[in-house]
Nanobody, 115 residues
Framework: QVQLVESGGGLVQAGGSLRLSCVAS????????MRWYRQAAGTERELVAG???????NYADSVKGRFTISRDNAKNTVYLQMNSLKPEDTAVYYC?????????WGQGTQVTVSS
């Protein structure tokens, strides 16, 4: 059973930074892609950033230039560095691992940005 555990969320003022971590119970190099999603209250879950097994990255337009996704295969960990945070970034952030047709999810970590 694959387990993904997120951490690093919290309360931060607008303009501040946070770094989220997602630790997997398996080697992450086996996954086609690792992604961060977020879900604000009353909205649908949306893709924030992704990184493939080859290291290619993609970002939602709303976070480009502010967020950076990275991975450390030796630590089985994916990171999301979030800078210049805005109140609209407030959400529960989820880590996801994709392999073939399956997606595994973490339990989420809350990020709250105060104005």
């Amino acid at each position: 059973q694959v387990q993904l555990v997120e951490s690093g969320g919290g309360l931060v003022q607008a303009g501040g930074s946070l770094r989220l971590s997602c630790v997997a119970s398996t080697n992450i190099f086996i996954y086609d892609a690792m992604r961060w999603y977020r879900q604000a209250a009353g909205t649908e879950r949306e893709l924030v950033a992704g990184i493939t097994s080859g290291g290619s990255t993609n970002y939602a337009d709303s976070v480009k230039g502010r967020f950076t996704i990275s991975r450390d295969n030796a630590k089985n960990t994916v990171y999301l560095q979030m800078n210049s945070l805005k109140p609209e970034d407030t959400a529960v952030y989820y880590c996801a691992a994709m392999i073939v047709s399956r997606t595994y999810w973490g339990q989420g970590t809350q990020v709250t940005v105060s104005s």
